[in-house]
C-alpha cells in the first residue's frame, strides 16, 4: 500500500520565479490538504482539496494556489516568490468524512529560495 | 481560533527513562493527532486520539476532551525516540489541523 509521495524533494529557486510542487495522496484517499513548515516551526495550513475544489483555506495570500486531479493528486503552485516562502512544503491525505478524519503527512518537498 | 500550546519546549533524556508530553488546546476538537518528526523531516503518525486512551508498543497517549489536554507517554526511551514531537488538533466542522510548536526530544544513550 503506497504511502503519501511528494515531488521534487528538493527545490532551489530565485525570487520572483514560480514554482509547482506535486502531491499523491495514500491509496483510498480522496482528499488533499497542503502546509508550509518554516524551520523551527510547527506546519501550517495552507489549504484543502476535495472533488478538485478549494474546500477550506489558510491565512495565505492568493499567490498560493492549487489544483487537485480526477486521481485525487494535487499541485501546490507559488508565483513570484519571496525569500520567506523557504519552507518544508508538507502534503497530507485523508477520507473526506466531513471532518475529523486522520491526516496522512508525505515525506515533504524543501523549498530554498535565494 | 483554536490555540495548540506543548510543553515542554525540549526534553533530554538518558536512554531507558520514561516522559511526559502535554498538549493544551483552547476549544474543542473532532481531530487530535500526534506525530513524530524525524530529522529529515517526515510527519510520522503515532495516534489519532480525539478522545480516551490508546497505546502502541512504549508509546500511549490519553486525551481529556472535556478538559483540553493530551498526554503522550514515552517509556524505556531509546535514542531512535529522538526528534520532535507534534501535537496537532482540528476545530469542529474543519479538517485544517493547528500544530503546536513542539516539544524536541534527545534522547543520549
Known amino acids: 500500500d503506497a504511502g503519501v509521495t511528494q515531488s521534487p524533494t528538493h527545490l532551489i529557486k530565485t525570487r520572483g520565479q514560480q514554482v509547482t510542487l506535486r502531491c499523491s495522496p495514500k491509496?483510498?484517499?480522496?482528499?488533499v490538504s497542503w502546509y508550509q513548515q518554516a524551520l523551527g516551526q510547527g506546519p501550517q495550513f495552507i489549504f484543502q482539496?476535495?472533488?478538485?475544489?478549494?474546500?477550506q483555506r489558510g491565512n495565505f495570500p492568493d499567490r498560493f494556489s492549487g489544483h487537485q486531479y480526477p486521481n485525487y493528486s494535487s499541485e501546490l503552485n507559488v508565483n513570484a516568490l519571496l525569500l520567506g516562502d523557504s519552507a518544508l512544503y508538507l502534503c497530507?491525505?485523508?477520507?473526506?468524512?466531513?471532518?475529523?478524519?486522520?491526516?496522512?503527512f508525505g515525506p515533504g518537498t524543501r523549498l530554498t529560495v535565494l | 481560533g483554536i490555540q495548540v500550546e506543548q510543553s515542554p519546549p525540549d526534553l533530554i533524556l538518558q536512554e531507558g527513562a520514561n516522559s511526559t508530553l502535554r498538549c493544551n488546546f483552547s476549544?474543542?476538537?473532532?481531530?487530535l493527532q500526534w506525530f513524530h518528526q524525524n530529522p529529515w523531516g517526515q510527519l510520522i503518525n503515532l495516534f489519532y486520539?480525539?478522545?480516551g486512551t490508546k497505546q502502541n508498543g512504549r508509546l500511549s497517549a490519553t486525551t481529556v476532551a472535556t478538559e483540553r489536554y493530551s498526554l503522550l507517554y514515552i517509556s524505556s526511551s531509546q535514542t531512535t525516540d529522538s526528534g520532535v514531537y507534534f501535537c496537532a488538533a482540528s476545530p469542529y466542522n474543519t479538517d485544517k489541523l493547528i500544530f503546536g510548536t513542539g516539544t524536541r526530544l534527545q534522547v543520549f544513550p
Open positions: 491509496s483510498g484517499h480522496d482528499t
Open positions: 482539496y476535495y472533488e478538485e475544489e478549494e474546500r
Open positions: 476549544d474543542s476538537v473532532n481531530n
Open positions: 486520539i480525539p478522545s
Open positions: 497530507a491525505s485523508s477520507s473526506f468524512r466531513g471532518a475529523g478524519d486522520t491526516q496522512y
